[in-house]
């Protein structure tokens, strides 16, 4: 079924690890989309792809990285993880008509 | 600039009353207009867009550009309905098909 994935949905780990995070998608989409939203609050975009080898940095500022070498993989890394960076980070995809399509979520805790 | 305001974080009413969630746009040309929901636990997803002048849910929004707003409407709210709302402005040239997001409200629907 065409959708799009996020993995993990959980993820604790401790300040200053290095973590990635997974978005996939099988709607072959070509834009994609990292926002990150703290619970019941705003979304705010941290990056986004129109396509393979673009990305660009989003509206808030984030010290995370993002990589777009094939269509369907979109994942999103930070290299030394700290309490600041805990949040739900949200992952979507647009095709040429309307509308994102959102992934579950990944809820981040750095302790 | 394009911004999307949603004027009220948290909106309580009773079950069976009818609700309306506010939102105002700027946007020079001529903009698409979205409402996304989130319940709990669930990811965020498409509720309705103004091109269509369809009805989800009993939900329905009406764009009103001299307004310039975008409010959603449902007559007789259902407990169902709680969730978070955001509105959405999809603008046009460089922008592509970025979507600007509101804040989001909050509905409570009490039994």
């Known amino acids: 079924e065409a959708d799009i994935y996020q993995t993990p949905r959980y993820l604790v780990i401790g300040t200053g690890k290095k973590i990635t995070l997974e978005c996939s998608q099988t709607m072959g989409h070509d834009k994609m989309y990292w926002y990150q939203q703290d619970p019941g609050m705003e979304l705010h975009l941290i990056h986004y792809?129109?396509?393979?080898?673009?990305?660009e940095k989003g509206d808030l500022s984030s010290e995370s990285t993002v990589s777009r070498i094939r269509t369907e993989h979109f994942p999103l890394t930070l290299e030394s993880a700290r309490p600041s960076h805990t949040s739900q980070y949200l992952c979507?995809?647009?095709?040429?008509?309307?509308?994102?399509?959102f992934g579950s979520g990944t809820r981040l805790t750095v302790v | 600039a394009q911004r999307v305001t949603q004027p009220e974080k948290l909106l309580s009413v009773f079950k069976g009353a009818p609700v309306e969630l506010k939102c105002n746009y700027s946007?020079?040309?001529?903009?698409?207009l979205f409402w996304y929901v989130q319940y709990s636990r669930q990811r965020l997803q498409l509720l309705l867009r103004h091109i269509s002048r369809e009805s989800i849910k009993g939900f329905t929004a009406d764009l009103n550009k001299g307004e310039t707003s975008f409010h959603l409407k449902k007559p007789f709210a259902q407990e169902e309905d709680s969730a978070m709302y955001y509105c959405a402005l999809k603008g046009g040239g460089n922008a592509g098909n970025m979507l600007t997001f509101g804040g989001g409200t909050r509905l409570m629907v009490k039994p």
């Open positions: 979507a995809s647009s095709g040429r008509i309307y509308g994102y399509t």
């Open positions: 792809s129109y396509g393979v080898n673009s990305t």
């Open positions: 946007y020079s040309g001529s903009p698409e």
